[in-house]
C-alpha cells in the first residue's frame, strides 16, 4: 500500500525548484495516473525557465542508467528528464550502485509514474536518500483561484511590494519588470500572462 | 518573528526599491537551502567548514590513532545510507595527512565499476586507476599512463576477457604508484569507499578473502566502507578477515542531550543567515532521527515549505510539511509483511533480522539502530504518525 503524496501543481513545483541553489539537488514528479509522463515534464520544464530565468536542458529519452549517469555527469546545466518508465527493477539497482557519478553541480528533475517511484524506492536506497523530501504528486492543471483567493493574493502582493496592479502592468509592458517568480504570478492573476515574454 | 539583521535583509527598508528586496528574499533563501544539500559532496561539506565533530571520540579519530600504531592494519566501516561513513573518512584522513610520513588516499571504487560486480582484480584496477590519475594529474610519466591503459582495459566491459588473472601484476602496479605518490613513507592506508553498495553479501565475502590479505602482503593499511547486511547473517565471518569492525549507527536524540546538542550544532554552523527559528532547528533534530543526511534534507524541505509560504523564517509548521512529505515518500512501496514489522517495532521497539527485507527496512533507514548508549530499535520518527494513522490510532 502507498499513501498518497503530496500533492502540488506544476508552478508550485518549478517555483520550489528553481528557489533551489542547485549545487546537486534531485526532485522526482510523480504524474498523477493516466497522465501523459512528457507533456507534464516539457510543462515543468518550460514554468521552470518562465519562473528562474535560467534555461533547463529537456531530456525524454533515457534507456539506461549508465547512460544516464555519463549524462548527467557532463551536462552543465539544470536538467529535466523524462522516459523512464520503461526501466526494468534491476536497472534502478544498478544506477544505485553509480550513484556517486551522479554527483553534479545542478539541479535534476525526474518526471514519472507512480510504478516507477515503487521502484526506485524499492531498488535505490542510496539514490532515493539523495531526494530528501522532494517528491511530488504533480498536478497538471492548475487549481482555479475563486475570486475571493484571487483577490486576498493580490493584495498580499500589493503589499508585499508597494506596487499597484498598474505599476506592475506599466513596468511590465515597458520590459523593466523584475524577473522574479512573484512579478510573474501577479501577472498571471491580473490575466496579463501574455506581458511575461515581453 | 525575529528582530535581527536576517530579517531586515530582505524587508523594504526606507528608501529602497522593492526589486533590491524581492531579489534579496530569494537570494536568501536560495544561500540557506543551498547550505542543507543532502546530495552534495560530503567533501564540499568539509571545504566549507560545516564538519562538525560527534560527540565523544570520534570515529576519525579513532581510525587515525589505530593506524599510528598499525599501520597495515584492515578495518571495515559499516552503516545505514546517509550517516556520515564518507564524511568520517575523509576527515580521518586529514587526520592522518597533518601527521607526515603516511601516504593515505581515498578511492571511490564506484568511480569506475559497479559495487555490485566488482571481483579482486578489479578492485585493485579501481583503485590503481585513481591513484594513477593523481600521479598523472602531477606530472607526466610514460610508464604510468602505460599502465593506466591496462587497468582501464581491464574494467572496460567491452574489451575481451583476459587470458590470465593479473591481479598480482596490478598489485604491484598498486605499490609502485603509492610509492611514486608519497616517497620517502613507509605507511600507506587506502581509504576505500562505496562497497556499502554491494547487495550480493557472498559476492562482498570472496572479495574481503582475497584482496584484504593480498593488500597486507605489500604494506598497505586499508578502511574499507562495506554493506551493512555483513553485520548479519551467515557470512559474517567476514569479519574475521578486518582487525577492526566499525559501526557508525544513527545519534541518538533521545539518549540524554548530548546527540541534539550536537545535531542542533549542525544546524547552526549552516544556518548562517538565522531563518531556523530555535523551537524549528529542535523539531528537526527530533525527526531527523539522529540521521545526518535527513536533518539536512528536512531542512531544506522545511526551508522550500517557508519560501513557498511567503514566512520569513522557518517555523514549526513548514517543518511539520516538509517531515509528512518526507515519511510518505519513506513509507512508499512498502509491503504488508514490512508495515507489520515497521508496526512491531514502533509500539515495542523489538526487531529481529531475519531477512533481507528486514535488513531492507534498516539499510533504508526506516528502522533505525542507535548503538551510541542503550543499544535500541526505533522506527524513523517521520514515519511513525503516519504508522499510527494506518493502525487506524487517534
Known amino acids: ?78 536538467l529535466v528528464i523524462s522516459g523512464l518508465d520503461a526501466w526494468e527493477s534491476s536497472e534502478w539497482a544498478h544506477l544505485d550502485h553509480l550513484r556517486s557519478r551522479l554527483a553534479r553541480h545542478e539541479r535534476t528533475a525526474l518526471v514519472m509514474e507512480e510504478k516507477t517511484f515503487q521502484r526506485i524506492m524499492q531498488e535505490a536506497p542510496n539514490f532515493s536518500s539523495w531526494l530528501g523530501a522532494n517528491v511530488v504528486q504533480c498536478k497538471k492543471v492548475l487549481p482555479i483561484l475563486t475570486a475571493e483567493e484571487r ?40 490575466r496579463r500572462g501574455d506581458l511575461l515574454n515581453g | 518573528m525575529r528582530d535581527d539583521h536576517s530579517f531586515w535583509e530582505w524587508t523594504i527598508r526606507p528608501g529602497e526599491g522593492h526589486t533590491a528586496a524581492v531579489r534579496n528574499r ?15 559532496d560530503p567533501r564540499d561539506a568539509v571545504q566549507r567548514g560545516f564538519y562538525v565533530p560527534r560527540p565523544g571520540r570520534t570515529l576519525a579519530e579513532q581510525l587515525a590513532a589505530r593506524f599510528e600504531v598499525k599501520p597495515s592494519a584492515s578495518h571495515l566501516l559499516v552503516g545505514g545510507v546517509g550517516s556520515g561513513k564518507t564524511t568520517q573518512l575523509l576527515v580521518a584522513q586529514e587526520r592522518l595527512k597533518a601527521h607526515g610520513d603516511v601516504a593515505v588516499a581515498y578511492v571511490d571504487v564506484s568511480l569506475h565499476l ?6 579482486p582484480t578489479g578492485f585493485v584496477a579501481a583503485i590503481g586507476l585513481e591513484l594513477g590519475k593523481t600521479i598523472l594529474d602531477a606530472k607526466r610519466s610514460d610508464l604510468t599512463a602505460e599502465r593506466m591503459a591496462s587497468l582501464g582495459n581491464f574494467l572496460d566491459p567491452e574489451a575481451p576477457p583476459w587470458a590470465n588473472d593479473p591481479l598480482d601484476e596490478f598489485l604491484g602496479y598498486l605499490k609502485d604508484f603509492i610509492q611514486e605518490l608519497a616517497p620517502g613513507t613507509t605507511d600507506r592506508i587506502l581509504f576505500i569507499d562505496s562497497l556499502d553498495r554491494m547487495s550480493d553479501v557472498i559476492r562482498f565475502s570472496d572479495l574481503v578473502n582475497v584482496a584484504i590479505p593480498k593488500c597486507r602482503a605489500i604494506g598497505i593499511g586499508i578502511v574499507l566502507v562495506g554493506p551493512l ?3 548479519y547473517g551467515i557470512h559474517r565471518t567476514v569479519l574475521d578477515r578486518f582487525d ?24 547552526d554552523k549552516r544556518d548562517k543567515t538565522g531563518l531556523l527559528l530555535p523551537e524549528s532547528s ?21 526551508g522550500g515549505e517557508a519560501y513557498l509560504d511567503d514566512a520569513e523564517q522557518i517555523e514549526l509548521r513548514h517543518v511539520e510539511i516538509a517531515a509528512d512529505q518526507f ?7 512498502i509491503d504488508s509483511e514490512q508495515l507489520s514489522v515497521l508496526q512491531r517495532v514502533r509500539k515495542s521497539g523489538t526487531f529481529v533480522q531475519t531477512s533481507e527485507k528486514d535488513l531492507a527496512l534498516l539499510a533504508t533507514r526506516r528502522v533505525l539502530e542507535y548503538t551510541d548508549g542503550k543499544p535500541r530499535f526505533a522506527v524513523h520518527p517521520t514515519i511513525e504518525p503516519l504508522l499510527a494513522q494506518i493502525a487506524g490510532e487517534p
Open chain 2, 282 to 302: 529542535e523539531r528537526l533534530v527530533a525527526l531527523s532521527g539522529g540521521v545526518m543526511r535527513d536533518l539536512i534534507a528536512l531542512t531544506q524541505s522545511a
Open chain 2, 229 to 231: 547486511t555483513a553485520l
Open chain 2, 26 to 40: 530569494r537570494e536568501i533563501w536560495r544561500e540557506f537551502m543551498g547550505c542543507f544539500e543532502p546530495s552534495s
Open chain 2, 114 to 119: 559497479d559495487p555490485n560486480q566488482v571481483r
Open chain 2, 244 to 267: 577492526r569492525v566499525w559501526h557508525l549507527s544513527s545519534v541518538d536524540v533521545d539518549d540524554g542531550v548530548g546527540g541534539r546538542q550536537f545535531l542542533r550544532s549542525v544546524l
Open chain 1, 151 to 190: 483577490e486576498r493574493r493580490l493584495v498580499a502582493l500589493r503589499e508585499w511590494s508597494g506596487l499597484s496592479d498598474s505599476d506592475v502592468i506599466t513596468r511590465a509592458e515597458a520590459q523593466v519588470l523584475p524577473s522574479d517568480p512573484e512579478y510573474a504570478e501577479w501577472l498571471v492573476l491580473l
Open chain 2, 327 to 333: 515519511g510518505r515518500k519513506q513509507l512508499f512501496a
Open chain 1, 1 to 78: 500500500m502507498n499513501l498518497p503524496l503530496r500533492s502540488m501543481d506544476i508552478g508550485e513545483v518549478a517555483l520550489l525548484f528553481s528557489a533551489l541553489r542547485g549545487n546537486g539537488d534531485w526532485i522526482v514528479l510523480v504524474v498523477e495516473p493516466g497522465a501523459d509522463v512528457h507533456s507534464i515534464a516539457d510543462e515543468f520544464a518550460e514554468e521552470t525557465e518562465m519562473l528562474a530565468g535560467f534555461s533547463v536542458r529537456r531530456i525524454s529519452e533515457m534507456h539506461d542508467a549508465s547512460i544516464l549517469s555519463t549524462l548527467v555527469g557532463a551536462e552543465k546545466g539544470a
